[in-house]
């Protein structure tokens, strides 16, 4: 589990570490969605890849994600092929049946030096599928890690939930 509170971070968008959102597109938000996505600074995105990799979200992966939960981690797993239909990606999403303020992590796959983690909210997840879902690889995971979410940049999506196999972590 990854303990939230203990994340740091800012709430603007620097443009040399944030892929997804330029700053024109991310002051141009509302401030009440401002407020529910946090940039991660480097000691915290590197202590939630850390946990996260221990746990392997993926789950039998092979490295790039073109084999996610392959390992049969999870209780169920969704597919959905992304082409370019933000309304049908918000309806799929939506239908996930996760709370909007659940708290998630997004995590850019490759763990590119310019691309923090970010703390933020399910509903931004759906609100914001253009900019998350059209670059890079990423996972979103709630903290508990009990769900995942991947997204592959070739626009397929994996939605696993009921974690039923974790590893040992020393």
């Known amino acids: 589990m990854i303990d939230t509170s203990q994340l740091t971070g800012a709430r603007k968008a620097e443009p040399d570490r944030w892929a997804y959102f330029g700053p024109p597109q991310y002051n141009a938000l509302p401030p009440e969605h401002q407020d529910q996505i946090l940039f991660l600074d480097e000691a915290s995105t590197d202590k939630v890849y850390e946990i996260a990799n221990s746990v392997d979200p993926l789950c039998g992966d092979d490295g790039w994600g073109n084999k996610p939960f392959s390992g049969n981690c999870y209780k169920s797993v969704e597919e959905f092929l992304f082409r370019g239909n933000d309304a049908e990606l918000k309806k799929w999403l939506y239908n996930r049946g996760v709370a909007f303020k659940q708290e998630v992590l997004l995590l850019p796959t490759f763990k590119a030096v310019n691309s923090p983690a970010i703390l933020s909210t399910w509903k931004m997840v759906v609100k914001y599928v253009e900019p998350f879902f059209t670059s890079d690889n990423l996972v979103v995971i ?23 196999i974790w590893p040992d972590i020393e």
């Not at 991947?150 to 974690?163: C, E, I, P, T």
Request: hydrophobic share 35%.
């Open 142 to 164: 709630n903290p508990a890690m009990t769900w995942c979410l991947h997204y592959h940049h070739d626009g397929m999506l994996h939605f696993a939930r009921g974690r039923k």
